[in-house]
């Protein structure tokens, strides 16, 4: 069966500062992934997604970027950290684009 | 832009008494999904819908699309208290291959009170 992690749980980064999430699929080849920021209370706003390797799509302007350096891996990256970053990050797989989403457990991150 | 508008944003119950969100689309839907949020959670696919007119239960739970692919509901029957979290639709648009999307709607929060 197929699983995906997303690591850490949770951050607290000061303003200004790099970040790097990480998520990882096992058990499927060549999915889609995807990247989604959610705010306290909030929907879910999509921030990039991948139909293959080195393919990025970005849906929002910001300060963030992704990579995907291997099929089952997709990295969200910022250089500089704002306040406004702060919010619950979700990395999800699809096999392919309107199928259902499989959420990773999320990343809680703050930003001080 | 594409939007999937669910309705309501908040909704307050007894437990016991009965709960509908609605989504609506703006253009036909190649399928449209549903999701639950657990508080502190993330996201758990629940169901698919695909054809026009599609029934389907789980539980007490019961999901429509509807004739013209636009819309869908869901609903619950009897409440209980393990039902509170955030219920999100999400409207598939098929562009072939792996060029689809899918559309969330913003989710409508439930919460039961004992």
């Known amino acids: 069966s197929q699983t995906i992690h997303q690591w850490p749980a949770t951050l607290v980064q000061p303003v200004g500062s790099p970040l790097s999430l990480e998520c990882t699929v096992e058990g499927t080849s060549n999915p889609n992934l995807y990247w989604y920021r959610q705010a306290a209370g909030r929907g879910l706003q999509l921030l990039f997604y991948?139909?293959?390797?080195?393919?990025i799509s970005s849906e929002v302007p910001q300060n963030l970027s992704a990579s995907r350096p291997q099929d089952r891996q997709f990295i969200l990256s910022s250089k500089k950290l704002l306040l406004s970053d702060s919010g619950f990050y979700l990395c999800?797989?699809?096999?392919?684009?309107?199928?259902?989403?499989?959420f990773g457990d999320g990343t809680r991150l703050s930003i001080l | 832009g594409q939007q999937v508008m669910q309705i309501p944003q908040y909704q307050h119950v007894q437990e016991g008494e009965d709960f509908t969100t609605y989504c609506n689309s703006s253009?036909?839907?190649?399928?449209i999904q549903w999701y639950k949020q657990r508080p502190g959670g993330h996201p758990v696919f629940l169901i698919q819908l695909v054809k026009s007119g599609e029934v389907k239960k789980q539980k007490r739970l019961t999901f429509q699309f509807g004739e013209a692919k636009k819309n869908s509901s869901l609903h619950i029957t009897a409440t209980q208290t393990t039902d509170v979290g955030t219920y999100f639709c999400?409207?598939?648009?098929?562009?072939?291959?792996?060029?689809?999307?899918?559309?969330f709607g913003k989710g409508t929060k439930l919460s039961v009170k004992p």
């Open positions: 991948s139909v293959g390797i080195g393919q």
């Open positions: 999400a409207g598939g648009r098929d562009y072939g291959g792996s060029q689809g999307n899918l559309i």
């Open positions: 253009t036909t839907l190649s399928n």
């Open positions: 999800a797989w699809s096999p392919w684009g309107d199928q259902p989403q499989h």
